[in-house]
């Protein structure tokens, strides 16, 4: 089994910067892309960004581009958002999601891990 622990979520300013982070803990790790999604109340989940395996290129949401950044660390068994400017349509929980295999795109079926989720709230 593949447990996910997300952290670091909390209370910011619109305009302020938060950096998540998703803990892994299982048989593998690093042979697997990872991705963000994350829900608002009364909003269907949403894909945020992706990673491969090997870190070497990501997938990221339009609505996040140039904002928010997806990164990893394979020996630390452990994956990182950093949001920068920070709106408050960006308040939701945040998901931690292990892919099936090599995927690293937006469909939620091609993943089969999630963690429980951190809570990011941006006030204006």
């Known amino acids: 089994q593949v447990q996910l622990v997300e952290s670091g979520g909390g209370l910011v300013q619109a305009g302020g910067s938060l950096r998540l982070s998703c803990a892994a803990s299982g048989r593998t790790f690093s042979s697997y892309a990872m991705a963000w999604f994350r829900q608002a109340p009364g909003k269907e989940r949403e894909f945020v960004a992706a990673i491969t395996w090997s870190g070497r290129s990501t997938y990221v949401a339009d609505s996040v581009k140039g904002r928010f950044t997806i990164s990893r660390d394979n020996a630390k068994n452990t994956v990182h958002l950093q949001m920068n400017g920070l709106k408050p349509e960006d308040t939701a929980v945040y998901y931690c999601?292990?892919?099936?295999?090599?995927?690293?795109?937006?469909?939620?079926?091609?993943?089969?891990?999630w963690g429980q989720g951190t809570q990011v709230t941006v006030s204006s």
């Open positions: 999601a292990r892919s099936g295999g090599y995927y690293y795109g937006p469909s939620r079926g091609e993943y089969d891990y």
